[in-house]
């Protein structure tokens, strides 16, 4: 799709300010991953989970005892067909990054740090919090972690629906559909920590309130 021009020279500056250069979005991308990563560390030392395609590959942790980096690398293959169909090559291939570099340091985190002691409470609250965080800087420097964010984003950019309640909705259900594999308080608790991660995102990411682009 063509841009539209710009009517004056001030909107022309005041778009090239507002364009990230190349070393914001790899530093947005090392950053929201780490944060993701972190709040996976969370998840999983508190037994939880969450919704979108970091759910699925909790589930199969938890159910078969699939590495959870390797898990969620796999299941985001077949999304990247509609990434480039609906958001381009230049989205896909940051969304390819972030979910490798998610993959990478969800396997790494826990070899970094460890919690003597976790409420679990605080672990769904703080968790959902981090990885929302996460997925804040990488929608605002054009990436995702595929899947659920994909879609999520499609549909806020074609029909103008929130990113963040779109996502809630998903999460949502994924979450509840783990009721036969995680405890129920675990479930319950997990539920809190997916409105804590997407109200971060229903919060601060609304279409045309951020101004920056890359």
């Known amino acids: ?25 790899a530093l947005a991308l090392l950053m929201g991953t780490a944060m993701v990563a972190l709040g996976i560390a969370l998840y999983a030392h ?20 699939w590495s ?36 990478l340091l969800a396997e790494l985190t826990p070899l970094w740090i460890g919690f003597a002691q976790l409420n679990v409470l605080y672990a769904a609250l703080f968790g959902g919090f981090a990885m929302g965080l996460g997925l804040l800087m990488l929608f605002r420097h054009r990436a995702s972690l595929g899947g659920v964010n994909i879609l999520a984003l499609f549909l806020q950019e074609r029909f103008g629906l929130r990113a963040g309640k779109v996502q809630m909705g998903i999460d949502v259900a994924i979450v509840l559909a783990a009721v036969f594999i995680v405890p129920l308080d675990k479930v319950v608790l997990s539920i809190i920590g997916a409105v804590a991660l997407n109200m971060v995102l229903a919060i601060n990411h609304r279409a045309g309130r951020y101004m920056g682009v890359s």
């Open 68 to 103: 959870f980096g390797w898990s969620f690398f796999l299941i985001n293959l077949p999304f990247y067909a509609l990434a480039i169909w609906q958001m381009g090559w230049q989205f896909t291939l940051r969304t390819f990054c972030a979910v490798g570099l998610v993959s």
């Open 1 to 25: 799709m063509a841009e539209a021009k710009s009517d004056s020279p001030q909107a022309d500056t005041l778009a090239a300010i507002m364009r990230h250069p190349l070393w914001e979005d």
């Open 46 to 65: 508190a037994g939880l989970l969450t919704g979108g395609t970091v759910g699925v590959a909790f589930l199969l942790k938890y159910l078969i005892g």
